[in-house]
């Protein structure tokens, strides 16, 4: 298990990460009036009216009318909004704000918006295949921050990551290993494990949808697995060499070291 905790990978085709920092924002404000501010009653009907039911959504069950706040369709999405305790946001926050920013850079401020959300609608769509039947609602933002992490893995391999693994050890990584690492392990808990409290399911259908989105709806240029580098838009590029004038005139300029000035 490990914690990201920061990479050294600059923004290249956007000033700032709006749409990350708005997406931070709304869960932290969704988890303290649904949660730490809210009364018991008011938290139990947004999780069941917000969250997603699979044996609602597949017709297995029906809830109440007066718990329905939003259409049907609308769960596969609003069900990421929500979460648990400090911890269950805390870390879906933390991976969004380390590698979320990247992805939005590689596909801009409005396609980020939609991958991030059909992530968390995919998330939802296969969590309700593996277990149609349930009647306890998914939330958490897990399966829209897996297709982050996914989209990460194919963009940024080689870039070095900080992760604390174990919880412990603060270790600087290619991407590769501990994001390759991670995705592994959700197929392989799913496969093992998929009738568990954590959904496995939500984890593998964001990450699924979040490699095929990436490729789609990435930038003209901008290449998957970092086979070239895009030059960032605030580099100046060097200015022209001075000419060098004939020796033996007054106003001669002697030719540039790349050591700096002759002596």
Known sequence: MFVPLHDANNLKHIRAQYVTIGLIVVNLVVWLVTGPIAS????????LGLGFIPAVAFDYADLAPNMVLVPGWANYVTYAFLHGDYMHIGTNMLFLWVFGDNIEDALGHVRFLLFYLACAAAGALVHGLVNPASEAPLIGASG???GVVAAYLLLHPKVRVWVLVLFRFPLPLPAILPLAFWI???FYMLAVD??????WGAHVGGILAGALLVVVLRRPGVPLFDRAIVTPKAVVHDRPALPVLPAGRPDAVPPRSPWGRPG
């Open 144 to 146: 829209a921050v897996s």
């Open 194 to 199: 998929g009738g568990s409290g954590v959904s």
């Open 40 to 47: 018991d009653a008011t938290a139990n009907a947004a999780i």
């Open 184 to 186: 592994g392990q959700q």
